[in-house]
Nanobody, 127 residues
């Protein structure tokens, strides 16, 4: 079990940048898969980005097609934090963004593979 607290959401103009942070506590954090999801009004919750330990002394990041080239996920184990750096933001990026943790193997991309969730933070991108 991991407890997650998100921060960094807000209002930004199209083309701007925003950095979301997720503070983690609880079970061994460094080996959990960590993911970012988002949910816009009237839409299903969708995967955005994830990062997993590959047992080769490094982490592997992976992304939804909508995030590739614009978003970067990273983790800082010393600070027990996971971040999502978002650039070139578009109005369609507007959503509540959630941080989540998983003990699943591979590169989990679905919400049911995650067992711990943050409260969500609102990101609004204006035209």
């Amino acid at each position: 079990q991991v407890q997650l607290v998100e921060s960094g959401g807000g209002l930004v103009q199209a083309g701007g940048s925003l950095r979301l942070s997720c503070a983690a506590s609880g079970r061994t954090f460094s080996r959990d898969a960590m993911g970012w999801f988002r949910q816009a009004p009237g839409k299903e919750r969708e995967f955005v980005a994830g990062i997993v330990w590959n047992y080769g002394r490094t982490y592997t990041a992976y992304y939804a097609d909508s995030a590739k080239g614009r978003f970067t996920v990273s983790r800082d184990n010393a600070k027990n934090m996971v971040s999502l750096q978002m650039t070139s933001l578009k109005p369609e990026d507007t959503a509540v963004y959630y941080c989540a943790a998983s003990v699943a193997g591979g590169e989990p991309r679905y919400s049911y593979e995650y067992d711990s969730w943050g409260q969500g933070t609102q990101v609004t991108v204006s035209s």
